[in-house]
Each structure stands twice: as C-alpha cells, then as structure tokens.
C-alpha cells in the first residue's frame, strides 16, 4: 500500500502520526522583528478530515487563544483521525499591541484573500491562505465581543450551508445565528473554497471569562466527535438544551445621551415592552426608560456606563418563543458547571 501524502505547510512536511510547528514567514516590523504565524500539526494516525482552529485574526480577542492553547495541551488525541491544524494567533503583530487591528490601522479580516506585494496585513492574508486554509476540510475560528461589550457564547454560520450548521449544532453553543458574509473576510474565502466553517463569538476583548473557554473547549471536542475525528464518548451526556436558531440580530441604540443603567443581562429573554435600561441625566432631571421592541434574546451588552446618542446598548437575536430559550440557555450553564473537563 502506497504511504499517505505528507501535510506540507511552508517549507516542513507531517507525516501520519507526526505532531509538530512551523513557523511561516510574513515579514518584518519597523523595529526588524520577523512576523511569523505559529502553526501547530497534530496528525492522527488514519486519515480523516483535516479541522483549522484559528483564533487571534483581531489581537485583542484572547478568548479563542485561550482555547486553543488548552488544546494544544490535551493529550486527548491518541486516537485522532484525520489531522489538526491550531493556530492561536493569526495576526501576531495586533496581538503584540493588544489591538484588535494591524499596526497600519487595518482589519486583517477585511484583508482576504490578500496578495504577495500588499501591505503587511495583506502578505499576511494572502499567505495563510495558500499555506494553511488549502490544506483544511473544515474550520473553526474564534472571536470575541468588543472592549466593554461582552458576548454570550454563539456560533455564526453562512446561509445555505447545511454541513456547517450541523458542525454549529454538534458544537452545542446557547445560540447560532446565520449571518451574510462580509467582503474580506476569512468566512468568506472559506465559503468560496466550499470549506464547512463556523464562527465563534464569546466574551469581551482583552479578558479572558471562563464559561466561555469552557463554551468553546467543549464545543471542539464535540464538534470532532460529530466529524469523526474522534471516538464517540462511551456515556453519551445529553444536555437537555435546544440550541437557539436566529435569522436575525439588531442592535438597540441610546435614544438620547447620558448615564447607562443596565436592567438586564447577556442570554435573558425579552418581548416588546420589556425594560432594558435606563438612560439618566447626570444631573438628576431627567430619566429615560428603554423598552425592547421586540422578541428574543441578549447576546451582546455594553458594560459602559457612559452613553452618547445613537450608542449600541444591546444586541437581540430575535427569536420566538424567548422564555423558552432562556431557560435553555440557565440549563446549558448548569450543564457546564457539572463538567467542568471536556478533556476528560
Ligand atoms: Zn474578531
């Protein structure tokens, strides 16, 4: 019998079994630092489908890079099939500044597909692709809300595409929405190229909360078993939550400018006429009560005290039957608690 093809990314080749890094070259910063991305392989012994993990594309959403570091530390994979690609961070350079963008100001996610004499972002886009992205069958990349505005655990997915949103509901998140694509975006590439990809979005930017680590660890793992990358588990522990589906999400705005007064938090229901804030006059004149508008659930909040007109305050994903959903969402957080350890 012929020898499987080797996993060639850059310059090194992974044979089955094999486990190891590359570092692939970008270029280099004004201070002469190199710009590499780090690219960890983990080859099962069969082959199977070949999962990317990617997190870090916007430096300051560390949640994805927590995950996939604890990943890069199971030694759960003695009989992985198919192979591991993990990158923690894409986009070294706004990692090292702790900045969602690239130093020149650009959102590497606007970036793809990139080209080899663009800017840095661009070489970097451009190169990740050809190396890393044409060698996956599936993937995984993680995000997290901005600075202040934290996330309940979620997954996006592309409209049409059923293999991605039955990889979103093996990964057992509270919510799934389906959302466009962006122009630019590595979604985007992936839906071009026909490769099945979800997106997580969980937490805040620069912090690092533990349920929705633990959202995401147990979301890979399950999302493997389903690809059958891994054995299925011997006791099958069902949680007793439905996943959410959205179509769609919108953003309440302040309707005036002022203090910000919370009345409600990420994954509770709301219908029309539900109280969610309140925006205050420092100065104690005046108050004003925001009503919901509509029907479903939060899954993004500022935690800003300060509000100007016009401010994102709230993200719904709209849905019937919001009650229901909460209660699934309390439930999958209890189911969380009791198993702490996917890896185990
Ligand atoms: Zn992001």
Redesign the pocket.
């Known amino acids: 019998m012929n020898e499987p093809k080797p996993l060639i990314i850059g310059t090194a080749a992974f044979h089955s079994g094999e486990m190891g890094v590359v570092e692939l070259p970008i270029g280099s910063l004004t201070g002469y630092q190199p710009v590499t991305i780090n690219i960890h392989i983990r080859r099962g012994k069969r082959p199977g489908p070949v999962l990317l993990l990617t997190a870090g594309?916007?430096g300051d959403?560390l949640i994805g890079v927590e995950i996939l570091r604890r990943i890069l530390q199971s030694r759960g994979f003695q009989n992985l099939r198919g192979d591991l690609i993990i990158v923690p961070v894409v986009c070294m350079p706004a990692f090292l500044n702790r900045n969602?963008y690239l130093p020149d100001r650009r959102d590497l996610?606007r970036l793809f597909p990139g080209h080899p004499d663009g800017s840095l972002g661009s070489r970097l886009a451009h190169t990740f692709l050809q190396e890393v992205v044409a060698r996956c069958t599936h993937s995984i990349d993680f995000?997290?809300g901005a600075i202040g505005r934290p996330n309940l655990p979620q997954i996006r997915i592309s409209p049409n595409d059923a293999e991605a949103a039955a990889m979103a509901m093996a990964f057992k998140p509270p919510v799934v929405i389906q959302t466009g694509l962006r122009e630019g975006s590595l979604r985007h590439q992936l839906r071009n190229r026909d490769i099945p990809a979800i997106l997580f979005?969980g937490g805040e930017a620069l912090r690092i909360t533990s349920d929705s680590v633990r959202y995401g660890l147990r979301g890979v793992f399950s999302v493997m078993r389903h690809l059958g990358m891994l054995p299925k588990q011997r006791k099958v522990i069902e949680p007793a939550t439905r996943t959410v589906f959205a179509k769609s999400t919108t953003w309440v705005r302040a309707p005036q400018g002022g203090l910000m007064i919370p009345l409600i938090d990420l994954g509770k229901a709301i219908v029309p006429g539900t109280k969610l804030g309140i925006i205050a006059d420092p100065f104690g004149r005046h108050e004003t009560v925001i009503h919901s508008e509509y029907e479903g659930i939060i899954i993004g909040i500022t935690r800003e005290g300060h509000a100007d007109e016009g401010d994102a305050l709230f993200h719904i994903a709209t849905t019937p039957d919001p009650q229901d959903a909460e209660a699934h969402i309390q439930r999958s957080d209890e189911i969380l608690e009791e198993h702490t350890d996917p890896l185990g």
């Open positions: 594309i916007h959403e969602r996610n995000h997290g979005e």
